[in-house]
C-alpha cells in the first residue's frame, strides 16, 4: 500500500516590541539572565497584567497575511499548568477565541507554489527558559513575559522541504513586517513538529508523535526524515506495537528522535477567560487600519525583481532572502543604480565581504550612495573593473567613499590615439609574435594586451584596447 507522510506545525515567534506582552519590563535580547524582569514576571502576588496594544496590533497584522478570519472580539484565557519556568502557575494565551481562524498561506517550495492551512494563530506569553546542568536547573526569566506568536497548521504538509518552506516563509513575513526579528540564534523561533503516516486514501495509518521544541530549520527536516523512516520500518515491517501516541524529542548528536512522554490523550490544562484582561471589541475600521499598513511581503519583491526589473529567478531569491538586503538593492536602484548591476555587486562582491566579516548589511560601510560611486566611475570608463574592484576593496579597508580614490593618477585611459601609439610601439618591436598570431597561435594577443596593461600600468581600457589590436593583428 502507498504512503506519504503528514505533519503539522506549531511554529512559536518571539516578537518585537519596547516591552513585554503584559508587563512593563523590557523585551530585548540580553546575555545577561535575569535582568529584564519585574513583578509581573516573576508571580508576585497582587499582580495585574496589562496589554500591551503594540503586540495586539501586530498579532492582528499576522492574522491578515494569513488570510485568517479575525473575531470581533479579543479575549485571553489561562492556560494552568505548574513548571518551575511558569512562576504564576498559569500562562495567559488564547484558547477561546483566538486572534486568527481557518487561514491560508502561499509557499514557494522547490520551485512550486504550495498553499498551507492554517488552524489558528495566536497570541501568548513566554515562558522563563530553563538551562539544565548536571546537578541543577538554572532559570533565566528574561524570557517570562515576552509576546509570542503561536501559528498552528492544519496536518496538510506532505515533506520535509515543504516544512521548512513554511517556517523560512513565516519568518520573511515576521520580518519584513518588523513583528519579529525571528532570529534563531537567538532561540525566536521554536517549533514543535507533528507526524504520522496517511495512505492514498486519506486514512491514518501510524499513531501521531509530536517532535517538540526544535529549533532550526535544520533539525526540523531532519526530525521529519528520521520520523518518516523509522515509522514506515515499523509499518512495513509488521512491528505496529513499537508505534505509540507520544511526545519525542530531537537528539542533534545522534540525528533521531528520542522518546520523552507517551500521549494518549490531550493534556488537560483547564482553560478558563482570564479574569484581569476584559474582552474588547476588534471593529473593522481598526482592522482595515492595520492591514493598510502592510508592506511588500518577500514573495511579491521577488516576483517584482523577476518582473520589473529583469533579474534571474536565483538573484532574486537571493536577495529576498533578508529585508536588509532586499531594501539595500531597492535603495540602489531608487537612486539609479541599473537593478541588473545593483544585483550582481550585491550577490558577488557584498554578500562575500558581509560573510567573511560576519556582519549584516546595516553594519556595511559602503552605503548604496557610495556604490553608485563606484558604478557611476565604471560605466564613463573613468575605470575598469579591475580597478572598480580595488577601489570597493580599498574603500571598505579604509572606511572612505570610493570617490577619494578615484583621481586622474588612476583613472582608465580611454584615449584611442594615445593606446593606438602604445600599440604600435609594442607592435613595431614584437614582429615574430605577430607571425605566430596570424599562423594560429591565437594565445599571443593576450600577450599584446599585457603589454600593453604593463605599458600604462593597467589604465588603458581594455575594451579599446582589445579592438585596436584586432583590427592592427587580425588578418584582413
Known amino acids: 500500500m502507498a ?43 497582587g499582580i495585574l497584567p496589562t496589554l500591551n496594544m503594540e503586540c495586539v496590533k501586530k498579532a492582528i497584522m499576522a492574522a491578515r497575511i494569513l488570510n485568517c478570519e479575525i473575531p470581533k472580539k479579543m479575549m485571553f484565557d489561562r492556560k494552568n499548568y505548574y513548571y518551575p519556568d511558569l512562576p504564576k502557575g498559569y500562562q495567559i494565551t488564547q484558547n477561546t477565541m483566538p486572534v486568527g481562524v481557518h487561514g491560508n498561506i502561499d509557499v514557494e ?25 548536571d546537578t541543577m536547573s538554572l532559570i533565566d526569566y528574561n524570557r517570562a513575559g515576552v509576546p509570542l506568536l503561536e501559528c498552528v497548521t492544519d496536518p496538510c504538509i506532505t515533506s520535509a522541504d515543504a516544512a521548512v518552506a513554511f517556517l523560512d516563509t513565516m519568518c520573511k513575513i515576521y520580518q ?9 540564534k537567538k532561540g525566536q523561533i521554536r517549533c514543535d513538529v507533528n507526524v504520522n503516516l496517511q495512505d492514498d ?30 515509522q514506515s520500518k ?52 481598526f482592522v482595515k487600519e492595520i492591514a493598510s499598513q502592510i508592506p511588500m511581503l518577500a514573495l511579491e519583491r521577488k ?29 540602489c536602484v531608487k537612486i539609479g543604480i541599473d537593478a541588473k548591476i545593483a544585483a550582481n555587486w550585491l550577490n558577488g562582491s557584498i554578500i ?36 572598480a574592484k580595488e577601489i570597493f576593496n580599498k574603500s571598505l579597508e579604509e572606511r572612505k567613499e570610493p570617490k577619494e580614490f578615484i583621481s586622474s593618477d588612476n583613472k582608465q585611459i580611454s584615449d584611442e590615439k594615445y593606446i593606438e601609439e602604445v600599440i604600435d610601439n609594442i607592435l613595431a618591436n614584437n614582429e615574430d609574435n605577430i607571425a605566430a598570431y596570424q599562423n594560429g597561435k591565437t594565445n599571443v594577443f593576450d600577450f599584446f594586451v599585457g603589454q600593453v ?22 588578418k584582413s
Open 201 to 230: 486514501n486519506g486514512n491514518y495509518i501510524t499513531p501521531k508523535v509530536e517532535i517538540k521544541n526544535i529549533n532550526s530549520f535544520a533539525n526540523v527536516k531532519n526530525a521529519i526524515i528520521y520520523e518518516y523512516e523509522r
Open 176 to 184: 519584513y513586517t518588523d513583528i519579529s526579528d525571528a532570529d534563531t
Open 303 to 331: 516576483q517584482m525583481y523577476t518582473d520589473k526589473f529583469g533579474l534571474d529567478e536565483l538573484s532574486a531569491i537571493v536577495i529576498v532572502k533578508e529585508k536588509s538586503l532586499a531594501d539595500y538593492f531597492e535603495n
Open 352 to 387: 562575500s565581504f558581509l560573510n567573511k566579516e560576519e556582519i549584516s548589511i546595516s553594519d556595511f560601510y559602503l552605503k548604496p550612495e557610495f556604490l553608485k560611486q563606484i558604478v557611476d566611475s565604471l560605466n564613463e570608463g573613468t575605470i575598469s573593473s579591475k580597478q
Open 109 to 133: 517550495c522547490n520551485g512550486s507554489i504550495i498553499n498551507v492551512s492554517i488552524q489558528d494563530i495566536h497570541l501568548e506569553e513566554d515562558s522563563a527558559a530553563l538551562d539544565h546542568l
Open 234 to 285: 515499523a509499518y512495513e515491517e509488521g512491528k505496529m506495537d513499537e508505534l505509540i501516541q507520544e511526545t519525542r524529542r530531537f537528539d542533534e548528536e545522534t540525528g533521531t528522535t528520542v522518546h520523552m512522554r507517551s500521549k494518549v490523550d490531550a493534556i488537560d490544562y483547564k482553560y478558563f477567560v482570564e479574569p484581569n484582561i476584559p474582552p474588547f471589541i476588534i471593529d473593522d475600521e
Open 3 to 45: 504512503y506519504h507522510v503528514i505533519v503539522g506545525l506549531e511554529m512559536h515567534c518571539e516578537m518585537k516590541s519596547k516591552t513585554k506582552v503584559f508587563s512593563p519590563a523590557t523585551n530585548a535580547y540580553t546575555p545577561s539572565a535575569n535582568t529584564n524582569v519585574n513583578e509581573i514576571d516573576l508571580g508576585f502576588p
Open 453 to 474: 596593461m604593463k605599458e600604462t600600468k593597467g589604465k588603458a581600457n581594455p575594451n579599446i584596447t582589445k579592438e585596436l589590436l584586432h583590427k592592427k593583428i587580425d
